[in-house]
C-alpha cells in the first residue's frame, strides 16, 4: 500500500524544508491522496481489530479456550502489521515535507509562508483542492479559506 516517492522532482518543493506554495501543494495531490486513502483503510482496519478485541475480552471464559486465544493471536499481530504499515505511511508523508494530523482524520498540512507568517496549508480528502490553511500547531477544524 506504500507507494514509494517518485524520482522526479515535480511533485516536491525545490528544496527540503522550503515552504509549500498552493501550486506545488496542489501538485502533489495525486500522490498525497493515494497515501492518505492507504492510510484511511488502514485505519479502518486497526479500529475494527481494536472492536473484536474489545468483545471477544468481554466475553465470560475466553481467556481458558484454545479458540479464543489462535483468533486473539492472529488479530494482534494483524494488528500490529496494520499499525506498522500505517508509520510508514506517515513516513512517506513526512518525506515528502507533509504532516498527517493526528489524531488521523485525513488531514494533511503543507507547511507555507501566507503575508511572511509561517503557516500550514490543509487538505482533506473531502476538499476540490489545497483551499485552506491554518496556523501552525492549531487543530484543522479551525482552518480558513484561502482568499481568491
Known sequence: MVHAIENSDEHLPKKVGEPFTVETATRMLPLISRIVADMEKLHQTVQRQRERLNVID?????????????????????????????????????????????????????P???????????????????????????????RKRLDA
Request: glycine share 4%.
Open 112 to 142: 507555507a509562508v501566507i503575508h511572511r507568517r509561517a503557516v500550514c496549508l490543509c487538505w482533506h480528502p473531502n476538499d476540490n483542492g489545497v483551499e485552506y490553511w491554518h496556523e501552525m500547531g492549531q487543530d484543522p477544524s479551525l
Open 58 to 110: 468481554q466475553l465470560p471464559d475466553t481467556i481458558d479456550q484454545p479458540d479464543y486465544q489462535e483468533e486473539l493471536a492472529d488479530i494482534r499481530e494483524s494488528m500490529v502489521t496494520e499499525e506498522e504499515r500505517f508509520q510508514a505511511c506517515i513516513r512517506e508523508l513526512n518525506a515528502l515535507g507533509v504532516e498527517p494530523h493526528l489524531p488521523f482524520d485525513g488531514t494533511v498540512a503543507f
